[in-house]
């Protein structure tokens, strides 16, 4: 069997598969590619103007092809991942001379566009794409200084990947970027289809409860995160840029806050800590004033909860997961749904179906407004990692505050605190400040 025949039995179940006969000069030459990646009457037309162009019009096959593109061996081994990346192959039969040639590809990629997961005020509105190369333009754009390095790996056997490895070499702790080259090395047999795929890759815990990585599709952000010395990963047909280390500070600080004065920064900065703070604690401080421990409050502002709870009939804790779990699967819904009927959902599950919890007696007046306010004090994170993070958080304390009261929610803060202060990622303690790199004294 040979190579044209080997080549058709093994695309046989693949309809977009193409191998025409065109002459080149005084060759017959087989063109073998896809034709959903490849725009075939404009990659002929373009090697026929380039044959046509040469001065030596008797040149042999291997010289010839070595001209439109790099010559490769003609076995199925070498062939077949340059055409799954879209790749032309010129194959001349009597010589048995083949070749890999870049072709006019097929536009399968969208424009850049407005980031639709992140919001900016001031910043820049262009987003990433799943094209790996058109993104790491649109970083140069951001990044302009000459520190810039992009290192390209395949990851992956059965399905490749490419991986870019992104940095500034005058920012980047040396160390840092010598641990994550030798864990990318490492770990290059392995398929990076997916970040779980990446985290096994880089060795990072699979069950930890902050996040290891920060996800962004604005630019400015990735470009902020380098000038920080941390570095950026980009993952073929990924639209977004995965930035590590992961630090405490990225759930509250973003490259648009530079574009306020320098007062009005901190102030944005100070009321996102405060919306943590109050998403994370305050369910829990609910539960443990209404069910354990209503002598803290003032006598009035107690029998006024009292009052709003005269008729539920579940105890504090019950009453709030219930109503917690309706919001939890809003916010899901509100995600996957399509954007024309998201608002609707959300108007139904936050508004008609609240009221109508309150009227049936299933929870009081004084919940839907701590679980409203909790809810959109959560929004105030940066990153939507960061958020799930306090929302796992919220329920710890909501539990310890069940069954100790005060003492439970402190003691649960503690433990935040606690397991907060032992994380790590890529070695760096993710309680540090993002002072990664001495020189860059103002990169907050």
């Not at 392995?190 to 069950?207: R, T």
């Not at 109050?278 to 502002?301: C, F, K």
């Not at 779990?325 to 936050?350: C, D, F, Q």
Request: aromatic share 6%.
């Amino acid at each position: 069997m040979d190579l044209k025949e080997s080549l058709a039995e093994y695309f046989k179940a693949n309809a977009d598969y193409f191998n025409v006969e065109i002459r080149l000069q005084q060759y017959q030459v087989q063109v073998i590619g896809l034709d959903s990646l490849v725009d075939l009457p404009q990659s002929i037309a373009s090697l026929q103007t380039q044959t046509s162009n040469l001065v030596k019009t008797s040149l042999p096959p291997a010289k010839l092809l070595k001209i439109l593109g790099e010559l490769v061996e003609p076995n199925l081994a070498s062939i077949i991942p340059d055409i799954m990346k879209g790749h032309l192959i010129l194959l001349e039969p009597l010589s048995g001379t083949c070749c890999a040639v870049l072709p006019i590809s097929k536009n399968v990629t969208r424009s850049v566009s407005a980031p639709e997961t992140e919001s900016t005020v001031y910043g820049s509105s262009s987003s990433f794409l799943e094209d790996i190369h058109t993104n790491i333009g649109i970083l140069r754009k951001h990044c302009t200084g000459s520190s810039l390095q992009v290192e390209a790996y395949t990851a992956g056997s059965s399905h490749p990947k490419s991986l870019m490895l992104i940095y500034q070499e005058d920012r980047i702790k040396p160390q840092l970027l010598q641990s994550i080259q030798a864990k990318i090395r490492a770990g290059l047999h392995q398929d990076v289809q997916h970040i779980q795929q990446l985290e096994n890759m880089l060795g990072l815990n699979k069950w930890s409860f902050v996040t290891n990585f920060n996800m962004t599709e604005l630019p400015q952000n990735a470009a902020h995160a380098l000038q920080q010395g941390k570095v950026v990963f980009m993952i073929d047909r990924h639209p977004f840029a995965i930035i590590l280390p992961s630090l405490v500070m990225d759930m509250f600080c973003m490259k648009d806050d530079h574009n306020y004065p320098r007062t009005f920064m901190y102030l944005i900065r100070l009321l996102r800590i405060v919306g943590v703070l109050i998403a994370t604690i305050i369910p829990g401080l609910y539960v443990a004033l209404v069910s354990i421990n209503p002598e803290v409050l003032r006598l009035q502002l107690a029998l006024s909860i009292a009052n709003s709870r005269q008729d539920v009939p579940y105890p504090a804790f019950v009453e709030t997961l219930l109503l917690l779990i309706v919001l939890e699967l809003i916010l899901e819904a509100s995600v996957r749904l399509p954007k024309s009927v998201g608002p609707t959902i959300t108007m139904v599950g936050g508004i008609i179906l609240g009221q109508a919890a309150v009227s049936a007696k299933l929870v009081s007046n004084l919940l839907i407004i701590v679980l409203a306010g909790t809810t959109i004090a959560s929004s105030t994170v940066v990153g939507f990692q960061n958020a799930v993070s306090v929302r796992v958080f919220k329920y710890l304390l909501i539990i310890l505050s069940a069954i100790y009261g005060m003492l439970g929610l402190l003691a649960g803060i503690v433990v935040i605190c606690a397991y907060m202060g032992h994380q790590k990622s890529m070695g760096i303690p993710y309680l540090s400040f993002p002072t990664l790199n001495q020189k860059d004294d103002r990169n907050g």
